[in-house]
């Protein structure tokens, strides 16, 4: 049975993007998966301050939350889900403040010339206000960048729009049954590699 880490990025309490992942994950539960959900908005973690310490080490000079959520991505997931909602034509603050924070892979692989980790698959889920597919473009981009950075494998993505008020996805059921049912797949295709 395969483990997922699912990042959770809305500050809000009612988040479309968190709905979503929830129901993706419900997907992935009934699929045999064992699922972990770490919601950012209850972490406690400092921004990147582009110190470079990690170029030397390959750690992090702040040990909170966010160094504890990514060493339980190296140890404990066998794949990653990240939910985001689009705030201003990319990935909101904290999803971005987690991603930016991700330069200490970037620098055990291409600094520090330490192996690359294991390839794990990922998957992207977002919610944006505007009605406009482009709206997500940038959103997508830095996604991919941090799946390329934590060496994982995106296998695909579900974008949900337009959807701005708290809750508003509720109103969209179809889309939510499209997240259980990609849920079930990507856990299903876990189940079936090796070593999980």
């Not at 066998?78 to 990935?91: H, Q, R």
């Not at 959807?163 to 059921?173: H, K, N, T, Y």
Request: proline residues 5%; aromatic residues 10%; charged residues 25%.
């Amino acid at each position: 049975m395969g483990n997922i880490l699912a990042v959770s990025c809305s500050p809000r309490e009612i988040s479309n993007s968190h709905i979503l992942l929830e129901h993706f994950i419900k997907g992935s539960r009934a699929a045999g998966a064992r699922c972990r959900i770490y919601r950012l908005r209850g972490l406690e973690f400092r921004a990147c301050t582009g110190c470079e310490a990690c170029s030397l080490t390959g750690e992090c000079v702040f040990g909170d939350d966010l160094a504890a959520l990514f060493e339980a991505f190296r140890q404990e997931a066998d794949a990653l889900v990240l939910a985001a909602p689009v705030y201003a034509m990319g990935i909101n603050a904290l999803g971005k403040a987690m991603i930016d924070r991700s330069q200490v892979f970037w620098a055990r692989k291409f600094i520090l010339k330490q192996p690359p980790l294991e390839k794990k698959p990922a998957f992207f889920l977002s919610t944006a206000g505007r009605e406009n597919r482009e709206t997500f473009f940038c959103a997508q981009q830095t996604a991919r960048y941090f799946f390329k950075m934590l060496d994982l494998k995106g296998e695909g993505e579900l974008l949900v729009n337009p959807v701005d008020g708290p809750g508003e996805i509720m109103q969209l059921p179809i889309r939510l049954l499209a997240a259980r049912e990609a849920g079930y797949l990507f856990a299903r295709s876990i189940n079936g590699r090796p070593n999980t």
